[in-house]
């Protein structure tokens, strides 16, 4: 796992603790605050998460043609 994954990861999981503790306000591993105003904006910034370390984590797509037929 490359070191933003790991980092994105890591967020994911502090603010699934703030989610489960309701807790609206959050500092990251960094010190920099942020002040959620709900649960649904928490659940949000997850689902973001979710989605970029998906994306992350897919790579490259690769291409591949099937090519066939009945014979002859």
């Known amino acids: 796992m490359?070191?933003?994954v790991y980092r994105l990861h890591q967020f994911r999981e502090e603010?699934?603790?703030?989610?489960?503790?309701?807790?609206?306000?959050?500092?990251?591993s960094n010190g920099?605050?942020?002040q959620y105003r709900s649960q649904a904006?928490?659940?949000?910034a997850i689902a973001a998460?979710?989605?970029e370390i998906?994306?992350?984590q897919r790579g490259r797509m690769a291409l591949i043609r099937l090519q066939t037929s009945k014979g002859l």
């Open 49 to 51: 998460l979710d989605s």
């Open 32 to 34: 920099e605050s942020v």
């Open 2 to 4: 490359d070191g933003r």
């Open 15 to 28: 603010l699934q603790d703030a989610r489960f503790s309701s807790v609206r306000s959050f500092t990251d």
């Open 41 to 44: 904006e928490i659940e949000r």
């Open 54 to 56: 998906a994306q992350l």
